[in-house]
């Protein structure tokens, strides 16, 4: 693991993968609650000529984060400028998932597009909670009120109220949780996870509207979406891809809110072919 010390002196780890040299830098963002370890075995298979970093966002993973850390998707934001600085000050191919689009499209507000080389957006919404002039949130209807709860039942027992919002069964969802190796694994993780700062990073998520920032993309984007995600309609593909100059969307039709690993042969292929299509761009300057 590598580390990055942040401008508010909280501890970032992240796993690199590759040489530096004359590499492009991929950097992938994982989703709320997940981590770094999540997209390693996509960056083993990086073309040749890439790089990864595979980052554990603040307060993910195993460092424990003092009590007033700031947990915000705006600090969030902060602490990608910052590592790109420090790995890859000419610039990077982001892929965010789920949360790690919102910090992306957060980062993008903030700091624009000049250090983005070309981005990778998972299954998400650039808005989470729904109201009477937006649908394209969560589940399609997890308003204010509806967040207001599961933020209660999140206080009251993180774990399986986590466990709830994967597997759509909160709130008199209808989904079904499966008693298998799996779930177990992931209650035990959530478990060794400090709650109440996930609880905040979760509530600065969905205080966030995005909207605005795709608009601000000026750089090659491709946009993959489950056709079967537990979170979002398909209308959230074409809503982003409409928002997003010359963007490209591929659809799975059979994967859910992880399209990479519902579809891993399939998704290491497309994400390859799109880091190729990027590879004049994307050669530092010996290389030109």
């Not at 209807?141 to 933020?151: A, I, K, S």
């Amino acid at each position: 693991m590598a580390n990055l010390t942040t401008s508010d002196g909280t501890n970032i780890e992240y796993l690199i993968h590759g040489e530096s040299g004359n590499a492009a830098t991929v950097i992938f963002l994982h989703g709320w609650c997940s981590n770094g370890f999540e997209w390693l075995p996509y960056a083993r298979e990086l073309p040749s000529a890439f790089r990864s970093l595979c980052w554990n966002a603040r307060g993910h993973g195993l460092i424990k984060v003092s009590d007033d850390c700031d947990m915000s998707l705006s600090r969030m934001a902060d602490d990608l400028q910052e590592l790109i600085l420090k790995e890859a000050p000419e610039g990077a191919i982001i892929l965010g998932h789920s949360m790690g689009a919102l910090t992306l499209w957060r980062y993008i507000e903030r700091y624009g597009c000049n250090r983005l080389q070309g981005l990778c957006i998972l299954d998400q919404t650039p808005k989470l909670v729904t109201d009477d002039d937006w649908s394209l949130g969560v589940y399609g209807n997890f308003d204010q009120e509806r967040n207001e709860r599961f933020c209660q039942h999140l206080t009251d027992d993180f774990t399986e109220t986590v466990v709830g919002l994967i597997y759509a069964t909160f709130d008199g969802g209808s989904g079904t949780i499966p008693d298998n190796s799996y779930v177990k694994r992931l209650r035990e993780y959530l478990s060794s996870l400090r709650g109440e700062k996930l609880l905040q990073c979760w509530q600065s998520l969905t205080e966030a509207d995005l909207r605005g920032a795709l608009a601000k993309i000026q750089v090659p984007t491709m946009l993959i979406y489950g056709d079967r995600s537990q979170f979002y309609s398909p209308e959230v593909a074409r809503w982003v891809h409409t928002h997003i100059d010359a963007s490209q969307l591929i659809r799975y039709s059979e994967a859910d809110h992880s399209p990479h690993a519902g579809a891993k042969t399939r998704f290491v292929a497309d994400f390859n072919g799109f880091l190729e299509s990027l590879s004049l761009e994307v050669r530092s300057p010996q290389q030109r």
